[in-house]
C-alpha cells in the first residue's frame, strides 16, 4: 500500500473509533442500571408523587436514538449541546479548560520525560547497583495517583505538574531502561567504546538516533498514561480543567458533557495511536 | 530464597490482617462515640477515625477485600482475554480485525475515564455490598482489551505451529486443541498477564475511591482511606493516619514483584 494509502486508511479508522467511542458512551449512559436515578429522587422534601414526575419526564426524553440523532445532528453544526448540569452550551464549557488541560499535560509530560531520560540514561550505562537506583521509580508506581496528589498538598510542596511529571517518569523509566540498556550492549557500541568514543559522544551519535522511533511511539503513549491521570489530579488540586469537569459531569449524569469528552479524548488517544504506530511502522520499512 | 520473599511478606500480610479481624472485638463499621479521633490507646491500638471506627480493624478489612476483589476481578478480565485473544486468533482474518477494533474502542479511552463512567452509572442507592461487588466488576468488564490484544498476538504465533497442524491431522476436535495444546502454551502469557491486573486494580480502585465512586461506606476500602488524609484534624492528632497509604504502598511493590517475575518467566 503507498503512503497516502496508508496514511488516509489510519486517518480512517481513527476517526471511526472515535465515532464508536462516543455511540459507545450515549449506549452506555442509557442503558446504565442508575441512568435513571437522579439526585432529586433522593432528595427527602420531594413527595412521592414528584419524585414519579421527575422520572417520568426523564423516560420520556431518554429514548437511545432521539439521543443519538439529537448529539449527531448537534454535532454536525459544531454544537456540543447544552450541559445538563450548568445550563451552558457544552462548547463554551469545554474550551477554556481545554487550554488548562494542555497546558498541564505538556508540561507534565515534558517535565516527566526530562527526568525519565535523565535518569535512564545514567541508571542503563551503570555496571552495578541499576536496581538500587531505580528503586524509586518502582515505588513511584506503587502510589496511586490520588494517593500522591493527596501527599503533596499535605506536604504543602509541588502541585499537579510535579504529580504528573513523577507518575509520566515512573511510568516511562523501566521502558527507556530497557530500551537504552539493549543498546548499550549492542556490537557497534562496544566497537565504540573500544576505540575510545565518550559516553556523550556514544549517546548523541549512535544511542539516539537508533531508539528515536521507539522514543516517539512511547511518547505518543505518555499522553494516553497522562490524559488517565488528569481526571484525579484536576479533582483533588481542584483544576478547572477538562478532568475536573469529567468528574462532575460523571457525578451528575451530564450526558452531552460526557459525550463531548468522550470524543474529545477519544480523538486525541486514537490519534496517538495512530501516531505511534505509524512511526514504528516506518521505522520496520 | 530471594524469590519467596515478597510472597512470605504477603501471606504474612494476609495472615496479620485475618487475624486482626479474628481477635478484634469490633467490626470494621462498629463506632465508639466516646474515641472518635483518639490517638494511638489501648482499647484502639492505631487510633480511630472521625466516626470512632477502629483503624486497625477496617485496614485490615480493606487489605483483605482490595486483595479478594482485585484478584477475583483479575481472573474473570484474563479469562474474558483469554477468550477472546483466542477467538480472535483463531478465527478469519475479518472476524479477526473486527474483534480486535472492538477491543480498540474500549481502549480509546483513558482507563481511568471509563472506569469512572461505568462505575458512576450505578444506581444511587446501592447498598455497600453492591457497590464493593459493582465496582470490581466494572474492573473485570472493563480491564480485559490490553490482555486480549496480547494474548491474541502470542495466539496467532501458534496458529501456524508444526504441532497444531499435527493434533488437526490426529482429529483432535477444536475443544481439546484448546484445553490439551493451546492453553498450556499459553500459559506462560496468560499468568503473567493475570499477575498484571492484580495491583493494576488495586490502584484503580483506590483513585476510584478516592474520587467517591469506589466502595461505599461504611465498608472499608484503599480509595476511602486514601479520604481521610483530607482530613487536616485528623492528622493533627495522630501519625497513624499514614498507615493505610504505607501498607497499600507495601502490598503494591510486593505484586508488581509477581507481576515483573512473572514477565521475566514469560
Not at chain 1, 427527602?44 to 414526575?53: L, N
Not at chain 2, 461487588?133 to 496467532?156: D, E, H, K, Q
Not at chain 2, 484445553?179 to 503473567?192: C, D, K
Request: glycine share 8%; proline share 6%; hydrophobic share 55%.
Amino acid at each position: 500500500m503507498s503512503l497516502p494509502t496508508t496514511i488516509l486508511a489510519r486517518a480512517g479508522r481513527t476517526l471511526l473509533l472515535t465515532l464508536c467511542a462516543a455511540v459507545g458512551t450515549i449506549l452506555l449512559v442509557r442503558f446504565a442500571p442508575g441512568f435513571f436515578s437522579d439526585s432529586l429522587e433522593m432528595d427527602a422534601k420531594y413527595a412521592q408523587a414528584a419524585r414519579s414526575e421527575i422520572q417520568a419526564e426523564n423516560n420520556q426524553q431518554q429514548s437511545v436514538i432521539p439521543i443519538a440523532i439529537r448529539e449527531a445532528r448537534s454535532w454536525l453544526k459544531g454544537d456540543f449541546g447544552e450541559s445538563r448540569e450548568y445550563h451552558v452550551p457544552v462548547a463554551e464549557l469545554i474550551g477554556p479548560r481545554v487550554r488548562v488541560s494542555a497546558l498541564l499535560l505538556g508540561q507534565g509530560i515534558s517535565c516527566g520525560w526530562l527526568l525519565a531520560v535523565c535518569a535512564a540514561l545514567t541508571i542503563s550505562g551503570l555496571r552495578r547497583g541499576g536496581l538500587v537506583c531505580g528503586l524509586p521509580f518502582t515505588v513511584l508506581l506503587a502510589i496511586p495517583t490520588a494517593a500522591m496528589a493527596t501527599a503533596c498538598i499535605l506536604a504543602e510542596a509541588g502541585g499537579p505538574v510535579l504529580v504528573l511529571s513523577l507518575l509520566i517518569a515512573a511510568r516511562e523509566f523501566k521502558f527507556l531502561r530497557n530500551l537504552l540498556e539493549g543498546a548499550w550492549r549492542s556490537p557497534h557500541l562496544l566497537q565504540g567504546r573500544a576505540q575510545g568514543l565518550s559516553p556523550r559522544a556514544l549517546v548523541r551519535m549512535h544511542i539516539l538516533p537508533n531508539i528515536a522511533p521507539q522514543l516517539c511511539a512511547l511518547a505518543t503513549l505518555s499522553i494516553v498514561t497522562a490524559l488517565g491521570a488528569l481526571v484525579p489530579i484536576e479533582v483533588i488540586f481542584t483544576v478547572p480543567g477538562v478532568g475536573q469537569l469529567a468528574w462532575s459531569a460523571v457525578m451528575n449524569r451530564d450526558l452531552p458533557v460526557l459525550v463531548a469528552i468522550s470524543l474529545l479524548m477519544a480523538s486525541v488517544v486514537a490519534f496517538a495511536g495512530m501516531l505511534s504506530t505509524r512511526t514504528l511502522t516506518l521505522e520496520v520499512e | 530464597m530471594k524469590k519467596c520473599l515478597p510472597a512470605a511478606a504477603l501471606l504474612l500480610l494476609i495472615l496479620g490482617g485475618a487475624l486482626v479481624l479474628r481477635l478484634a472485638p469490633y467490626d470494621y463499621a462498629f463506632q465508639d462515640r466516646d474515641a472518635t479521633m483518639a490517638p494511638s490507646t489501648a482499647r484502639h491500638w492505631t487510633g480511630t477515625d472521625e466516626l470512632g471506627r477502629d483503624r486497625a480493624v477496617r485496614v485490615a478489612a480493606a487489605l483483605l477485600i482490595g486483595l479478594t476483589g482485585a484478584t477475583v476481578a483479575a481472573a474473570i478480565t484474563t479469562t474474558i482475554a483469554a477468550c477472546f485473544g483466542l477467538l480472535a486468533a483463531f478465527s478469519p482474518a475479518s472476524i479477526a480485525a473486527i474483534l480486535m477494533f472492538v477491543s480498540d474502542i474500549f481502549l480509546s479511552l483513558p482507563w481511568l475515564f471509563l472506569l469512572m463512567m461505568a462505575r458512576s452509572l450505578l444506581p444511587l442507592t446501592a447498598s455497600p455490598l453492591e457497590t464493593a461487588v459493582a465496582t470490581f466488576l466494572v474492573l473485570a468488564a472493563l480491564g480485559w482489551p490490553a490482555c486480549a490484544r496480547a494474548i491474541y498476538r502470542g495466539a496467532s504465533v501458534l496458529r501456524s505451529a508444526e504441532w497444531l497442524i499435527y493434533g488437526r491431522a490426529c482429529g483432535l476436535k477444536p475443544r481439546q486443541l484448546v484445553r490439551l495444546h493451546i492453553l498450556p502454551h499459553l500459559r506462560p502469557l496468560i499468568l503473567p498477564q493475570f499477575l498484571i491486573c492484580v495491583p493494576a486494580f488495586v490502584v484503580a480502585e483506590a483513585n476510584l475511591g478516592a474520587l467517591g465512586l469506589g466502595v461505599g461506606e461504611p465498608m472499608p476500602s484503599w480509595g476511602a482511606m486514601l479520604l481521610e488524609l483530607d482530613n487536616s484534624a485528623l492528622l493533627a492528632q495522630s501519625h497513624w493516619v499514614y498507615l493505610p497509604i504505607a501498607l497499600l504502598v507495601a502490598v503494591l511493590l510486593i505484586l508488581e514483584s509477581f507481576a515483573r517475575e512473572g514477565e521475566t518467566n514469560a
